[in-house]
């Protein structure tokens, strides 16, 4: 079992920045790789980004250039930072890890809000 806690999630105005965390506890030893992923009302969740555990990154066209994701093994934590952010960027933002027997893992989800 693996837990995801998120947070770092709030209001910001259009061109801002805000820092997600989250945090991995339990069988981290089994985590393959990390993601960011969001979900806009009344739309499907997309994924934003991913982090492998060789530290490989791919990124949504739509944040490619504004956002990177990185993670503090030492911590168990997989961060996003979004940079110039956009009113199209307001969701609820959910980490995801997968793991080498291919379980797969939800954080509970934190809201980013940003005005226009």
């Known amino acids: 079992q693996v837990q995801l806690v998120e947070s770092g999630g709030g209001l910001v105005q259009a061109g801002g920045s805000l820092r997600l965390s989250c945090a991995a506890s339990?069988?981290?030893?089994?985590?393959?790789?990390l993601a960011w992923h969001r979900q806009a009302p009344g739309k499907q969740r997309d994924l934003v980004a991913t982090i492998t555990s060789g530290g490989s990154t791919n990124y949504a066209d739509s944040v490619k250039g504004r956002f990177t994701i990185s993670r503090d093994n030492a911590k168990n934590t997989v961060y996003l930072q979004m940079n110039s952010l956009k009113p199209e960027d307001t969701a609820v933002y959910y980490c995801y890890a997968n793991t080498r027997k291919y379980f797969t893992y939800w954080g509970q989800g934190t809201q980013v809000t940003v005005s226009s």
């Open positions: 339990g069988n981290i030893f089994s985590i393959n790789a």
